[in-house]
Protein backbone atom coordinates (compact mmCIF):
# COMPACT_ATOMS: atom_id res chain seq x y z
CA UNK A 1 0.00 0.00 0.00
CA UNK A 2 3.10 2.14 0.87
CA UNK A 3 4.40 2.10 -2.50
CA UNK A 4 1.56 2.48 -4.40
CA UNK A 5 0.89 5.76 -2.76
CA UNK A 6 4.22 7.08 -2.75
CA UNK A 7 4.03 6.20 -6.85
CA UNK A 8 0.57 8.35 -7.05
CA UNK A 9 2.46 11.33 -5.35
CA UNK A 10 5.37 11.04 -7.63
CA UNK A 11 3.05 11.39 -10.41
CA UNK A 12 1.54 14.68 -9.12
CA UNK A 13 5.32 16.49 -8.88
CA UNK A 14 6.11 15.46 -12.03
CA UNK A 15 2.69 16.81 -13.33
CA UNK A 16 3.32 19.64 -11.57
CA UNK A 17 7.15 19.90 -12.36
CA UNK A 18 6.04 19.96 -16.08
CA UNK A 19 3.08 22.55 -15.43
CA UNK A 20 6.09 24.70 -14.01
CA UNK A 21 8.52 24.62 -16.56
CA UNK A 22 6.31 24.95 -19.03
CA UNK A 23 4.67 28.32 -17.86
CA UNK A 24 7.63 29.59 -16.88
CA UNK A 25 9.05 28.56 -20.30
CA UNK A 26 6.25 29.96 -22.18
CA UNK A 27 5.99 33.22 -20.52
CA UNK A 28 9.94 33.80 -20.66
CA UNK A 29 9.59 33.13 -24.49
CA UNK A 30 6.72 35.77 -24.91
CA UNK A 31 8.81 37.98 -22.83
CA UNK A 32 11.85 38.18 -25.14
CA UNK A 33 9.45 38.36 -28.26
CA UNK A 34 7.72 41.57 -26.71
CA UNK A 35 11.21 42.93 -26.11
CA UNK A 36 12.04 41.91 -29.63
CA UNK A 37 9.61 44.05 -30.67
CA UNK A 38 10.08 46.97 -28.85
CA UNK A 39 13.92 47.00 -30.17
CA UNK A 40 12.69 46.78 -33.91
CA UNK A 41 9.97 49.67 -33.09
CA UNK A 42 12.99 51.89 -32.02
CA UNK A 43 15.28 50.92 -34.69
CA UNK A 44 12.33 51.42 -37.50
CA UNK A 45 11.45 54.89 -35.65
CA UNK A 46 15.11 55.62 -35.43
CA UNK A 47 14.60 57.76 -32.12
CA UNK A 48 14.81 54.97 -30.02
CA UNK A 49 18.05 55.30 -27.09
CA UNK A 50 20.67 53.09 -28.40
CA UNK A 51 21.42 52.17 -24.58
CA UNK A 52 17.91 51.08 -24.43
CA UNK A 53 17.82 49.46 -27.45
CA UNK A 54 21.10 47.12 -25.97
CA UNK A 55 18.68 46.49 -22.28
CA UNK A 56 16.15 45.33 -25.02
CA UNK A 57 18.23 43.22 -26.71
CA UNK A 58 19.89 41.62 -23.46
CA UNK A 59 16.80 41.10 -21.40
CA UNK A 60 15.32 38.91 -24.63
CA UNK A 61 18.25 36.86 -24.39
CA UNK A 62 18.26 36.18 -21.36
CA UNK A 63 14.78 35.44 -21.03
CA UNK A 64 14.97 32.59 -23.54
CA UNK A 65 17.81 31.61 -22.53
CA UNK A 66 16.14 31.28 -18.75
CA UNK A 67 13.51 29.56 -20.05
CA UNK A 68 15.38 26.46 -21.53
CA UNK A 69 17.46 26.19 -18.22
CA UNK A 70 14.46 26.15 -16.48
CA UNK A 71 12.39 23.84 -18.15
CA UNK A 72 15.39 20.92 -18.96
CA UNK A 73 16.56 21.01 -15.33
CA UNK A 74 12.87 20.34 -14.00
CA UNK A 75 12.43 17.49 -16.39
CA UNK A 76 16.27 16.00 -15.42
CA UNK A 77 15.47 16.55 -11.83
CA UNK A 78 11.93 14.70 -12.19
CA UNK A 79 13.43 11.85 -14.01
CA UNK A 80 16.68 11.23 -12.38
CA UNK A 81 14.61 11.32 -8.78
CA UNK A 82 12.25 8.70 -10.53
CA UNK A 83 14.59 5.42 -12.18
CA UNK A 84 17.71 5.73 -9.27
CA UNK A 85 18.63 2.45 -7.48
CA UNK A 86 17.07 2.46 -4.07
CA UNK A 87 20.62 2.01 -2.56
CA UNK A 88 21.94 5.52 -4.07
CA UNK A 89 18.37 7.05 -2.67
CA UNK A 90 20.00 9.15 0.04
CA UNK A 91 22.98 9.98 -1.74
CA UNK A 92 21.76 11.33 -5.02
CA UNK A 93 18.76 13.29 -3.51
CA UNK A 94 21.35 15.50 -1.27
CA UNK A 95 23.35 16.06 -4.72
CA UNK A 96 20.06 17.01 -6.62
CA UNK A 97 19.21 19.22 -3.52
CA UNK A 98 22.65 20.88 -3.98
CA UNK A 99 22.37 21.07 -7.68
CA UNK A 100 19.26 22.62 -8.26
CA UNK A 101 18.83 24.57 -5.09
CA UNK A 102 18.64 27.46 -7.33
CA UNK A 103 15.57 26.65 -9.38
CA UNK A 104 13.61 25.75 -6.72
CA UNK A 105 11.22 28.25 -7.70
CA UNK A 106 10.13 26.09 -10.78
CA UNK A 107 10.62 23.13 -9.52
CA UNK A 108 8.94 23.88 -5.73
CA UNK A 109 6.35 20.35 -7.15
CA UNK A 110 9.11 18.25 -7.49
CA UNK A 111 10.12 15.61 -4.38
CA UNK A 112 12.07 17.57 -1.57
CA UNK A 113 12.30 15.04 1.36
CA UNK A 114 14.47 12.36 1.81
CA UNK A 115 13.37 9.29 -0.35
CA UNK A 116 13.39 5.98 1.33
CA UNK A 117 16.37 3.70 0.98
CA UNK A 118 16.77 -0.26 0.43
CA UNK A 119 15.89 -0.16 5.12
CA UNK A 120 12.92 1.47 4.81
CA UNK A 121 11.43 4.19 7.25
CA UNK A 122 12.98 4.73 11.14
CA UNK A 123 9.46 3.03 12.79
CA UNK A 124 8.89 6.03 15.08
CA UNK A 125 9.16 8.06 12.06
CA UNK A 126 6.35 5.88 9.81
CA UNK A 127 3.37 7.04 11.08
CA UNK A 128 4.16 10.93 10.25
CA UNK A 129 5.62 9.42 6.32
CA UNK A 130 2.26 7.94 5.81
CA UNK A 131 0.14 11.07 6.65
CA UNK A 132 2.45 13.38 4.50
CA UNK A 133 2.08 10.59 1.82
CA UNK A 134 -1.75 10.37 2.10
CA UNK A 135 -2.35 14.65 2.24
CA UNK A 136 0.15 14.75 -0.83
CA UNK A 137 -2.34 12.33 -2.86
CA UNK A 138 -5.21 14.17 -1.77
CA UNK A 139 -3.58 17.21 -2.58
CA UNK A 140 -1.93 16.04 -6.13
CA UNK A 141 -5.50 14.74 -7.06
CA UNK A 142 -6.47 18.62 -6.42
CA UNK A 143 -3.36 20.30 -8.36
CA UNK A 144 -3.07 17.68 -10.76
CA UNK A 145 -6.82 18.78 -11.72
CA UNK A 146 -5.15 22.41 -11.50
CA UNK A 147 -2.70 21.44 -14.21
CA UNK A 148 -5.50 20.91 -17.00
CA UNK A 149 -8.82 22.31 -15.77
CA UNK A 150 -7.59 25.69 -15.14
CA UNK A 151 -6.68 28.58 -17.06
CA UNK A 152 -4.41 31.55 -17.14
CA UNK A 153 -3.23 34.65 -19.16
CA UNK A 154 -2.02 33.55 -22.88
CA UNK A 155 -0.32 35.37 -25.10
CA UNK A 156 -1.81 35.24 -28.41
CA UNK A 157 0.49 36.40 -31.45
CA UNK A 158 -1.33 37.34 -34.38
CA UNK A 159 -0.35 38.39 -37.95
CA UNK A 160 -2.08 39.82 -40.85
CA UNK A 161 -2.66 42.58 -43.07
CA UNK A 162 -5.54 45.46 -43.85
CA UNK A 163 -6.09 46.33 -47.66
CA UNK A 164 -5.51 50.21 -46.99
CA UNK A 165 -5.45 51.88 -50.12
CA UNK A 166 -4.13 55.27 -51.74
CA UNK A 167 -1.14 57.46 -50.91
CA UNK A 168 -1.92 57.26 -47.01
CA UNK A 169 -1.26 53.87 -46.48
CA UNK A 170 1.40 54.00 -48.40
CA UNK A 171 3.03 56.34 -46.09
CA UNK A 172 2.69 54.75 -43.10
CA UNK A 173 -1.20 55.11 -41.71
CA UNK A 174 -1.18 53.20 -38.92
CA UNK A 175 -4.81 51.21 -37.96
CA UNK A 176 -5.95 50.09 -34.06
CA UNK A 177 -6.67 46.48 -33.77
CA UNK A 178 -8.62 45.39 -31.20
CA UNK A 179 -9.31 41.69 -30.18
CA UNK A 180 -13.24 41.19 -29.77
CA UNK A 181 -15.25 38.17 -28.11
CA UNK A 182 -17.29 36.38 -29.86
CA UNK A 183 -19.89 35.50 -27.10
CA UNK A 184 -19.91 38.63 -25.36
CA UNK A 185 -18.93 41.34 -27.73
CA UNK A 186 -16.34 42.64 -25.42
CA UNK A 187 -13.09 44.26 -26.82
CA UNK A 188 -9.96 43.67 -25.39
CA UNK A 189 -6.35 44.46 -25.97
CA UNK A 190 -6.11 47.28 -28.67
CA UNK A 191 -2.81 47.82 -30.45
CA UNK A 192 -1.57 50.47 -33.21
CA UNK A 193 -0.71 48.93 -36.51
CA UNK A 194 0.57 49.29 -39.79
CA UNK A 195 -1.24 47.94 -42.93
CA UNK A 196 1.20 44.44 -42.67
CA UNK A 197 1.33 43.74 -39.28
CA UNK A 198 2.39 40.76 -36.89
CA UNK A 199 2.12 41.90 -32.62
CA UNK A 200 1.16 40.01 -29.75
CA UNK A 201 -1.80 40.05 -27.13
CA UNK A 202 -2.62 38.87 -23.81
CA UNK A 203 -5.52 37.10 -23.60
CA UNK A 204 -6.94 35.38 -19.92
CA UNK A 205 -7.83 31.58 -21.58
CA UNK A 206 -9.18 28.86 -19.51
CA UNK A 207 -10.44 25.14 -20.63
CA UNK A 208 -13.17 25.78 -22.26
CA UNK A 209 -12.91 26.80 -25.59
CA UNK A 210 -13.68 30.57 -26.27
CA UNK A 211 -14.06 32.60 -29.73
CA UNK A 212 -13.05 35.76 -30.64
CA UNK A 213 -12.39 37.91 -33.45
CA UNK A 214 -10.11 40.81 -34.46
CA UNK A 215 -11.23 44.63 -35.45
CA UNK A 216 -9.10 47.12 -37.40
CA UNK A 217 -9.83 50.20 -37.01
CA UNK A 218 -7.89 53.05 -39.71
CA UNK A 219 -7.36 56.86 -39.47
CA UNK A 220 -10.32 57.51 -42.21
CA UNK A 221 -13.18 55.73 -40.38
CA UNK A 222 -12.82 52.40 -41.46
CA UNK A 223 -13.41 49.38 -40.09
CA UNK A 224 -11.94 45.51 -40.76
CA UNK A 225 -12.42 42.37 -38.85
CA UNK A 226 -11.16 39.03 -39.44
CA UNK A 227 -12.65 35.39 -39.18
CA UNK A 228 -13.49 33.94 -35.79
CA UNK A 229 -10.25 32.18 -34.08
CA UNK A 230 -10.35 29.92 -31.58
CA UNK A 231 -8.53 30.30 -28.37
CA UNK A 232 -8.47 27.96 -25.36
CA UNK A 233 -5.62 26.71 -22.63
CA UNK A 234 -5.97 23.32 -22.79
CA UNK A 235 -3.45 23.10 -25.72
CA UNK A 236 -0.55 25.43 -25.00
CA UNK A 237 0.10 28.70 -23.31
CA UNK A 238 0.57 30.72 -26.41
CA UNK A 239 -0.93 30.62 -30.12
CA UNK A 240 -0.18 32.18 -33.23
CA UNK A 241 -2.56 33.06 -35.59
CA UNK A 242 -2.27 34.14 -39.46
CA UNK A 243 -5.87 36.32 -39.88
CA UNK A 244 -4.45 36.79 -43.31
CA UNK A 245 -6.46 39.60 -44.50
CA UNK A 246 -8.88 41.09 -42.69
CA UNK A 247 -12.29 42.32 -44.50
CA UNK A 248 -13.46 45.22 -44.86
CA UNK A 249 -16.76 45.76 -42.31
CA UNK A 250 -19.36 48.15 -43.69
CA UNK A 251 -21.89 48.99 -41.03
Known amino acids: MQAKNWIG ?13 ASLG ?35 NAAGLRAGRAGQACAAAVEYARVIPKGLCDRVHAEWISRWKPLRGCCKFVRQEPCRGAQGMPEENR ?19 RCTSFGGDMIVRVSGSVPISGSAGKSGEQCELGMVSAET ?19 VAGPQ ?43
Open 9 to 21: ADKFYHCMAMCEA
Open 26 to 60: EKAAAIAGIAGEVRELNQHYRHGDPKEECDADRAA
Open 127 to 145: GVQQMKTVLAILLGALMAT
Open 185 to 203: GEQSSTRNIPADFSTTMLV
Open 209 to 251: PKHYYFVAECGDGRKFRSDTVTVSSRSSYSRNFNLGTLVENVP
